[in-house]
């Protein structure tokens, strides 16, 4: 079955300079989560699109802005990084649940190293 | 406080063991509950989702408390391959907290 693709697998930026990241969710899921992992850390909820809407946004940094595309892929774009910003970014994606729970399915994630 | 509180172990089991984890949300409007497995540096995939009357899958069983605003998760017959951590996740709305995550080793 096909799952949520992200690209690209590993980044490396230096201070200062940007980055996008890009989300290929599940066929037919409609809404899409983004996470930021540090290492050690449970995920932390970034911001989620539903529908190409903003649905939820979560400790997303003002550096860092997203979007929902009309084919239902997504980009993380993230300005001026610090070295903190070094850490694994997962996208998920839901499909539309009518009834039961809302299920979601995590990509590969990126990797990004601000050096 | 976190949302959703788990104990983060590790847990070190010989095979064939059985292991249990717990996990506490603090928000009653929590919707829905799952556990998710992560292995080192891979994505957290979906390993359950976890209904009020408790449901089974294979060795694998999970229980909602909602109550007690808890949740569990029992392995049985441990295998060298359930070596992961275990994240509970809380769904309220459309927003997902998570746990922590749990860490078992299974020695051999």
């Known amino acids: 079955a096909a799952g949520v693709i992200q690209s690209p697998r590993h980044l490396i930026k230096e201070k200062r300079e940007t980055a996008t990241l890009k989300c290929y969710p599940i066929p037919r899921h409609d809404t899409v989560y983004w996470y930021q992992q540090g290492p050690g850390q449970d995920p932390q909820f970034l911001i989620s699109?539903?529908?190409?809407?903003?649905?939820d946004k979560g400790s997303i940094p003002d550096r860092f802005s997203a979007q929902q595309f009309s084919d239902y892929h997504s980009e993380l774009n993230m300005s001026s990084l610090e070295l903190g910003d070094s850490a694994l970014y997962f996208c998920?994606?839901?499909?539309?649940?009518?009834?039961?729970?809302?299920?979601?399915?995590f990509g590969p994630g990126t990797r990004l190293t601000v050096t | 406080r976190k949302e959703v509180e788990q104990d983060p172990g590790p847990f070190n089991v010989p095979e064939g063991a059985t292991v249990a984890f717990n996990c506490t949300y603090s928000?009653?409007?929590?919707?829905?509950f799952f556990w998710y497995r992560q292995d080192c540096r891979k994505e957290p995939k979906l390993l359950m989702s976890v209904y009020s009357s408790g449901n089974e899958d294979g060795r694998f069983t999970a229980q909602l408390n909602r109550a007690s605003q808890y949740i569990s998760l029992l392995i049985r017959d441990s295998k060298l391959s359930d070596s992961a951590t275990y994240l509970c996740v809380v769904n309220i709305g459309n927003q997902f907290y998570f746990g922590t995550g749990t860490s078992l080793t299974v020695i051999p």
């Open positions: 928000n009653s409007a929590s919707q829905s």
């Open positions: 699109f539903y529908e190409k809407m903003q649905s």
């Open positions: 998920a994606s839901s499909s539309p649940q009518l009834a039961g729970p809302l299920e979601q399915y």
